[in-house]
């Protein structure tokens, strides 16, 4: 027979067994319950949606430009276009040096550049642009110095060599602003094809042609228009 005193043994051994039972369990659910609470302070924000929208293109080829000023693109024959002038909308104006000289690996302008270079700054003369950029070939920087003198501010030089990451240096360094961009035949139409995220949509500029000038406009949300025109 158990005597008293070893039932009460008995019952105090099972009490402490049930003890330490329940606290292994409530152990277990506290750490069930931090680890869920971890990796829901964890879990990433979501990204922001990135702006999808395609370009739209305007073609004036018919047109010549007479002035840019006041955000307007007043032509020869008395049409004009209105530049979108929302807060945060940026415009860039983009053409190639004017006619070059044949000779010498780093040729100058013609007289007839030199007339173009003359007529750009005529069609600027209102405008207030906030940057100019040019590569550092003399045709380019003769074609551009018209513009800046009259300005009375210096150009940016850039390599031609890398448009893409040129392009990415303006589209968040220039953002609201007016710029003015003279490039080479194949520079200045890679150069739209990156601003207007539209992959090989312009080609080179005929070897020929000097008188092509083009607008990328880029809304506050990022809409992109281009307009083709010449001057």
């Not at 073609?59 to 024959?77: G, L, P, S």
């Not at 990451?165 to 739209?192: A, C, P, R, W, Y």
């Not at 000038?213 to 992109?224: D, F, H, N, T």
Request: charged share 20%; glycine share 4%; net charge positive.
């Amino acid at each position: 027979m158990v005597s008293r005193l070893q039932l009460l043994g008995i019952l105090l051994v099972s009490s402490l067994i049930f003890a330490c039972q329940d606290g292994s369990k409530s152990t277990k659910a506290a750490t069930k319950a931090t680890d869920k609470t971890e990796v829901t302070t964890a879990t990433p924000a979501a990204k922001p949606q990135q702006t999808t929208a395609k370009a739209s293109n305007i073609v004036m080829d018919e047109h010549a430009v007479k002035t840019i000023a006041n955000n307007k693109v007043t032509f020869v024959d008395g049409t004009s276009y209105d530049i979108p002038a929302a807060a945060g909308s940026t415009s860039f104006f983009l053409l190639r040096h004017a006619e070059k000289e044949k000779e010498g690996e780093n040729p100058g302008l013609t007289a007839a550049g030199t007339k173009r270079a003359e007529r750009l700054a005529d069609i600027f003369k209102s405008e207030n642009l906030d940057r100019v950029y040019t590569t550092f070939f003399q045709r380019t920087i003769k074609t551009i110095e018209p513009v800046t003198n009259m300005m009375g501010i210096f150009y940016n030089a850039y390599q031609p060599n890398d448009m893409k990451t040129f392009s990415e240096t303006i589209l968040k360094n220039d953002q609201g602003k007016k710029v003015l961009i003279v490039g080479h035949s194949n520079t200045t139409m890679t150069l739209i094809n990156l601003l207007s995220f539209q992959p090989n949509k312009y080609q080179t500029i005929p070897e020929t042609e000097f008188d092509h000038l083009y607008l990328v406009q880029i809304s506050a949300k990022g809409e992109r228009t281009v307009v083709k025109m010449k001057y």
